[in-house]
């Protein structure tokens, strides 16, 4: 298996820009959760679904935040709009059972200017 | 909530060896995990313990619990640069999403 798959790598976009991030998780993984990594805060859950179903959405900072699972094999985070203090490192991560390992994603850095 | 606490930073010598401490607060806790993120990748999975062990070897890795306390250790044998990384302990009930700690950058030197 590849591993979670995220895309895009790195992102640049002006204040006010839509941005979509995209995550394949594992085949076969039943849930999927959307991490944000910065120094002062480390590591935040965002959102996680089980089978495709949000879960927990607490995390999400605000209304501009909003996350899909269309099915089992992509998930979308987009942010819109965007503002310099949504740059961060998004990770997406997934694992079987919900407690076990999570595989995390290589990440998207996000820079908004 | 629950918490989890871990020093910030620790820097060693090539050759010798690393503990990273961590601590929780969820009496709970059931599964406990070590990860370690080099620059610029994500989060990787290390090592992890069950509540009811209290040490795990794996090569030059060794997990210690103390339950009572509330305490996890990562101890790196025979530090390498190439070990230079953060390390985050997370830790979970089994019933909750893992909780981690902000994680221990360690710096080895030559």
């Known amino acids: 298996d590849a591993g979670v798959i995220q895309s895009p790598r790195h992102e640049v976009t002006e204040m006010g820009q839509e941005v979509t991030l995209r995550c394949k998780p594992i085949s076969g993984h039943d849930y999927l959760f959307w991490y944000r990594q910065t120094m002062m805060r480390g590591l935040e859950l965002l959102i996680y679904?089980?089978?495709?179903?949000?879960?927990?959405d607490s995390g999400m900072p605000e209304d501009r935040f909003s996350a899909k699972m269309p099915n089992a094999s992509f998930s979308t985070l987009k942010i819109q709009p965007s503002e310099p203090r949504d740059s961060a490192v998004y990770f997406c991560?997934?694992?079987?059972?919900?407690?076990?390992?999570?595989?995390f994603g290589s990440g998207t850095r996000l820079t908004v200017v | 909530g629950e918490d989890v606490e871990q020093s910030l930073f620790l820097s060693v010598r090539e050759g010798d060896s690393s503990v990273i401490n961590c601590t929780y607060t969820d009496s709970s806790s059931t599964y406990l995990y070590w990860y370690k993120q080099e620059p610029g990748a994500g989060l990787q999975l290390l090592t992890y313990i069950f509540s009811n062990m209290d040490m795990k070897q794996d090569q030059r890795l060794t997990v210690l619990l103390n339950k009572k306390d509330k305490h996890l250790s990562l101890r790196i044998a025979d530090t390498q640069t190439g070990d230079s990384a953060i390390y985050f302990c997370?830790?979970?009930?089994?019933?909750?999403?893992?909780?981690f700690g902000k994680g221990t950058m360690l710096l080895v030197s030559p």
């Open positions: 991560a997934s694992s079987l059972k919900g407690h076990w390992g999570y595989t």
């Open positions: 679904f089980n089978n495709n179903v949000p879960i927990d």
């Open positions: 997370a830790e979970t009930s089994g019933y909750s999403t893992l909780t």
